[in-house]
């Protein structure tokens, strides 16, 4: 089930991003650093769309490792807490005893 609904919705996307390409069809001048190009509106859109999504990738990364490296600390931290913890616990009894 789980399988069909993800095909009904890469077939509605693929759908609306034809119709998207046939609604804009028409050329514009891209004016860029290194010279100009002339493309179709719907394809210039698409390009500025994948450009700012990897450029919104590229700057979460950094934050993504950040905190990657953050929890491992911090796990590493739990557990030196947990071993302590359990030697103290060990302690107690003995004393106890």
Do not use: H
Request: aromatic fraction near 6%.
């Amino acid at each position: 089930m789980r399988r069909l609904l993800g095909l009904v919705f890469a077939l509605l996307i693929i759908s609306f991003g034809l119709s998207f390409a046939l609604l804009n069809r028409a050329t514009v001048e891209i004016d860029y650093y290194l010279g100009k190009a002339n493309l179709p509106l719907s394809l210039a859109l698409t390009l500025a769309l994948v450009l700012g999504a990897l450029l919104g990738l590229l700057a979460a990364t950094g934050m993504v490792v950040r905190e990657k490296r953050q929890a491992a600390r911090l796990r590493r931290q739990l557990g030196q807490a947990e071993k302590e913890l359990s030697e103290l616990r060990r302690l107690s009894v003995r004393d106890v005893a």
